[in-house]
């Protein structure tokens, strides 16, 4: 069977502010190729329906992927659908691969992050046991900046900047007054304290830094943490705390769950929106210390904050999207485009390919060098680490005082 012109591209899992950008890389690189280019709308499960939109009509020109780059969720629309076992189930592989063919698929992209990696490991399994000769890549993006086998994701440095500049506002909101209090900032990471290890940088340019950071990556002891900010309040009067909201005691209970808070499960069977964490701790402070506190929960303002993207994020998640479409024309199938760092200062990166059936569902923590000593903060190492991910500004188009984005899809 002749292989068809169409790359056919989806978006799945968690919107980041950077998804967009690698889905402008994959439409920019299959024109350069001569290709057509086809969305998924709202991932894989609307492919099932047959739901799909002409990315080449939709965004004629430069200056549309250029939108496209700074508009913020998923323009596709997503899903968190988790494919079975082909040995299992046939019966969703034929239809897709239907799908594929009567839309004359060359190669599939689908840009997400570990649950949208098996999706990729399975279709090209699949695929390559099925004979076919479609091309299967995965465009990593995670906020979580918890994929394996990449220096970091698409969507971390944005998350990260907003964080970064988040909590150094708060600091200084919450030192207006001639009290003592602690204010705690809940940040998003189900697993991994990526996120959360980002407020540290709210120190750089004079800013504040929080004054503890707590990480999923060890578990916590409140009554630990509670002298800790006791001592702390004997020294200031403003204490500031950054919490990851997947944080867990030593048994392994979410600190959420303390709050009443029961963890939804998603399909790939992930604890999903998480809450609850800064609430209970602040209360607990109150409670035992008797000072001022305040929750404040970052919420989806982490992963949609497109107004205060890092440049360098954008640059790498369209280098990535490109990076898996030349990579499907090059013949390679289960496979994501990955970020290799070839050094700190300057900084640079290197794009290639890794096996996708080793990145899917698996996590990839916060390492213990760069992880304090007390185990409520960062070291050096991770700010060496995270600072080039947050450096640079977008040049934004604005109409009417607010930030221009792509006509969302009907």
Not at 141 to 159: C, E, M, V
């Amino acid at each position: 069977m002749a292989l068809g012109n169409t790359v056919l591209v989806g978006q799945s899992g968690g919107p980041t502010a950077a998804i967009n950008a690698s889905l402008a890389g994959v439409v920019g690189a299959a024109r350069t190729a001569g290709l057509h280019t086809v969305g998924m709308r709202y991932g894989i499960q609307g492919l099932f329906d047959g739901r799909t939109v002409d990315l080449d009509e939709r965004l004629a020109g430069p200056s549309q992927l250029e939108l496209l780059s700074h508009t913020p969720s998923s323009y596709l629309g997503s899903c968190r659908y988790k494919l079975p076992d082909p040995s299992t189930d046939e019966t969703p592989y034929r239809t897709l691969f239907q799908r594929f063919s009567e839309l004359g698929a060359r190669a599939v992209l689908y840009i997400g992050g570990n649950d949208s990696m098996d999706t990729i490991a399975k279709l090209s399994r699949y695929g390559e046991a099925t004979g076919s000769r479609i091309r299967f890549v995965g465009v990593p993006k995670t906020i979580d900046n918890d994929l394996i086998l990449t220096d970091h994701t698409p969507g971390y440095g944005s998350a990260a900047k907003f964080i970064a500049v988040t909590v150094d506002e708060l600091a200084c909101d919450a030192d207006v007054y001639d009290l003592k209090s602690v204010t705690f900032v809940e940040i998003m990471g189900r697993d991994a304290g990526w996120l959360a290890a980002s407020a540290a940088l709210a120190g750089a340019a004079g800013g504040h830094a929080p004054d503890l950071v707590l990480l999923p990556e060890v578990p916590l002891d409140e009554q630990v943490l509670l002298q800790r900010l006791l001592g702390l309040l004997g020294e200031k009067n403003t204490v500031v705390v950054a919490v990851s909201e997947g944080v867990r005691t030593a048994d392994g209970t979410l600190i959420c769950e303390r709050a009443g808070s029961t963890a939804r499960i998603d399909a790939f069977g992930h604890a999903a929106a998480l809450s609850g964490t800064s609430r209970y701790l602040a209360d607990l402070a109150r409670r035992e210390l008797g000072c001022k506190t305040r929750a404040v929960e970052l919420c989806t303002t982490q992963r949609c904050a497109v107004h205060l993207a890092s440049q360098a994020d954008l640059t790498e998640a369209a280098g990535l999207g490109a990076r898996g479409v030349n990579a499907a024309l090059d013949g390679a199938s289960g496979v994501m485009s990955a970020l290799a760092r070839v050094s700190d200062a300057p900084y640079e990166v290197r794009y290639e390919l890794v096996d996708v059936n080793r990145v899917a569902n698996a996590v990839k923590a916060v390492p213990a060098e760069m992880i304090r000593e007390d185990g409520m903060g960062v070291t050096e190492a991770y700010l060496r680490y995270a600072r080039p991910l947050i450096a640079g500004e977008p040049s934004l188009s604005f109409v009417g005082g607010v930030p221009a984005h792509v006509a969302p899809l009907a």
